[in-house]
C-alpha cells in the first residue's frame, strides 16, 4: 500500500498589542491552503532539487522621491493613479507539520536550495512607468484662526500642563518663557508629567507603574499613499513661576510628515483660576482636563 504524507500549516493567530487579530485596512480574511499530498517518492527529489521561485516586483516613488518595492499582489494600479499595502506580522510564526498515512509525525522534505527569479516593475518613474501619480497622504488644512483661538487664553499654573494639542502636525514653539516646554506624548507609553520637589520642578516620563508584555503580536504596516500622522503634544510650564494676569507673544511652527508648514503668531493670556489652587489643579500626569485640542 502506497504511504503518503500530509503537508498540514497551521498559522497562528496575530495578535496586536491591543490584541485585535491582524488584519488588512479591509479586514479581510484568508483561509488556509488545502492539505497536500505528497507520496514518499517524491521526498528524496525535493531534498536533492532545487526550487525556483518566479518573483515579480513593483517600484515605485514616494512623495519625498524615496523609492519603494512591493510585491506584485500588494499593489493596485489604476489609469492615473496607484495605491500599495503590506502588513507584515512581527512574532507570528507558521508550524509545518508532515504526517504518514498513520497518522505519524514524520520529518519534512525541504529543498536543498531556493532560486528567486525577480523581475521589476516601475510603476511611476522611469522610461515605461505606468502612472506618472505620486502619492501622498491628504493631509487636512492646518486650522490656524482656529488655533489662535484656543491658545489665546490659559492657565499659568507652576511646574503644570496647561495645554495638550492633538493634530496632523508636528510642532515646535518658538518665545515662550525659559522652562516651557512641549513634550510629544507618544514617546512615553503615558506621556509625561511635571513634579516639583525642593522647590524645583522637572518634566519628565509619567511614573505610572506596569509590566508591558512582550508576547504580543503586533502588525507593521506599509503603504502607499502613507497614513495620515496623528501627533499629540503636551504643553507644560516646567517652571516653578506662575504666570498669571500675563499677557505674552509667541510663534507655533507646524510641519506635516512632509516637511510642509509654515509658522503661526500667537497671544496668550495667562489667567488665575479662583476655583482651585495650583496644587489642587494638578491631577495625574499633570493633566488639565478642560484645556485639551483635538484637530479631528
Known amino acids: 500500500m502506497k504511504t503518503s504524507c500530509k503537508f498540514t500549516s497551521i498559522s497562528l493567530i496575530c495578535l496586536s498589542f491591543s490584541l485585535f487579530a491582524c488584519t488588512n485596512d479591509e479586514n479581510r480574511i484568508h483561509s488556509a491552503e488545502p492539505a497536500k499530498e505528497i507520496s514518499l517518492e517524491d521526498y528524496a527529489s525535493i531534498a536533492d532539487s532545487t526550487l525556483h521561485k518566479n518573483v515579480k516586483m513593483y ?22 493613479s496607484f495605491s500599495c499595502y503590506h502588513e507584515t506580522c512581527v512574532g507570528c510564526y507558521t508550524v509545518k507539520i508532515c504526517r504518514d498515512a498513520n497518522n505519524n509525525r514524520i520529518k519534512c522534505p525541504s529543498y536543498k536550495d531556493t ?32 488655533v489662535q483661538k484656543v491658545l489665546s487664553t490659559l492657565y499659568g499654573y507652576a511646574c503644570a500642563q496647561f495645554f495638550e494639542f492633538t493634530s496632523n502636525y508636528y510642532l515646535e514653539h518658538i518665545g515662550l518663557p525659559e522652562g516651557f516646554t512641549f513634550e510629544k506624548r507618544d514617546l512615553f507609553p503615558f506621556g509625561f508629567e511635571a513634579t516639583s520637589r525642593s522647590g524645583k520642578c522637572s518634566v519628565g516620563a509619567a511614573n505610572v507603574q506596569y509590566t508591558p508584555n512582550n508576547d504580543y503580536h503586533r502588525s507593521v504596516v506599509r503603504r502607499l499613499p502613507e497614513k495620515v500622522d496623528w501627533v499629540t503634544y503636551q504643553f507644560f510650564n516646567g517652571s516653578m513661576k506662575s504666570y498669571r494676569d500675563t499677557t505674552i507673544t509667541w510663534k507655533l511652527a507646524y510641519t ?25 489643579r494638578t491631577s495625574i500626569m499633570g493633566y488639565h482636563a478642560n484645556r485639551r485640542y483635538n484637530a479631528n
Open 256 to 280: 506635516d510628515q512632509y516637511g510642509r508648514g509654515d509658522t503661526l503668531d500667537i497671544t496668550t493670556k495667562f489667567i488665575a483660576d479662583t476655583s482651585a489652587t495650583d496644587s489642587l
Open 115 to 146: 532560486i528567486y527569479d525577480t523581475t521589476y516593475k516601475n510603476i511611476n518613474f522611469g522610461e515605461n512607468a505606468l502612472v506618472n501619480y505620486i502619492p501622498i497622504a491628504k493631509i487636512p488644512k492646518f486650522n490656524r484662526d482656529t
Open 59 to 80: 517600484r515605485a516613488l514616494n512623495f519625498k522621491g524615496d523609492t519603494t518595492q512591493w510585491d506584485e499582489s500588494d499593489c493596485n494600479i489604476k489609469d492615473t
